[in-house]
């Protein structure tokens, strides 16, 4: 056993004699063993922060319905006939407005952004009027809720932070419609912050999809 420890002082003092002779290749190699620890840490600290943020976004007593072989609610379709199916199928909560449930139309709309001035898609979604009661973390921050039928927007304080000219009582342009910014809103700070809200119907109008949606929930 002794043996065994003198040989094992031996080669680990030689070893640590060597870090400083071969000190340009020991610190090549301590530099790429960083560089390869930072970086998984870092894509996992985004695959951590992603997960959380999708797991707020939803609720255990809420469910998306989208057409069938649907990868996303971009690709899905529903008519008008699906959603009254959903809005009266039994198991559906209510309030005194009605059925707790609201068909959504989804697009996107060119806004620039404030740290590069460069253009980008931002989401904006069409809800009904039981949308943010579906939705138990919504929470208006400042100005109001839109108002059924006219071109107003509330936004996510993440695209009002992140996206210029989406500040409180701002109008957003979009090909030939104008917005009006009457509000903005926070999530519990789920990915519906960074989208845009207004009513569906006038959505619909302004894309001319005439009545049909996409997501149902």
């Known amino acids: 056993m002794s043996e065994i420890l003198r040989t ?3 080669v680990t003092a030689m070893s640590l004699r060597n870090i400083w002779q071969r000190r340009s290749a020991t610190f ?3 530099t790429g063993i960083c560089g390869v620890v930072l ?3 870092a894509v996992l600290a985004m695959a951590e922060g992603f997960r959380a943020t999708l797991e707020m976004a939803g609720s255990e007593d809420v469910a998306i319905v989208i057409r069938g072989g649907s990868s996303s609610e971009m690709s899905s379709v529903l008519s008008q006939e699906d959603v009254n ?3 009266n199928a039994s ?3 209510s309030d005194a407005d009605g059925p707790l449930t609201s068909a959504e139309f989804f697009a996107t709309v060119d806004v620039a952004k404030r740290s590069t001035n460069t253009w980008a898609n931002v989401p904006i979604r069409g809800i009904e009027k039981q949308g943010a009661k579906i939705r138990p973390h919504f929470r208006l921050v400042a100005g109001r809720m839109f108002e059924s039928g006219r ?3 509330i936004v996510g304080v993440g695209a009002s932070r992140a996206f210029a000219g989406l ?3 701002a109008t957003l342009v979009s090909g030939a419609n104008r917005w009006l910014v009457v509000g903005l809103f926070s999530d519990n700070g789920s990915v519906a912050e960074s989208e845009i809200w207004t009513d569906v119907r006038v ?3 302004s894309y001319r999809r005439g009545s049909s949606f996409q997501p149902g929930a």
């Open 8 to 10: 094992t002082f031996t």
């Open 167 to 169: 500040d409180l009582g």
């Open 151 to 153: 071109n107003e927007i």
């Open 39 to 41: 970086v998984v840490v």
């Open 203 to 205: 959505l619909q109008g």
């Open 28 to 30: 090549v190699s301590l």
């Open 85 to 87: 199916i959903v809005t």
């Open 91 to 93: 198991g559906i909560a």
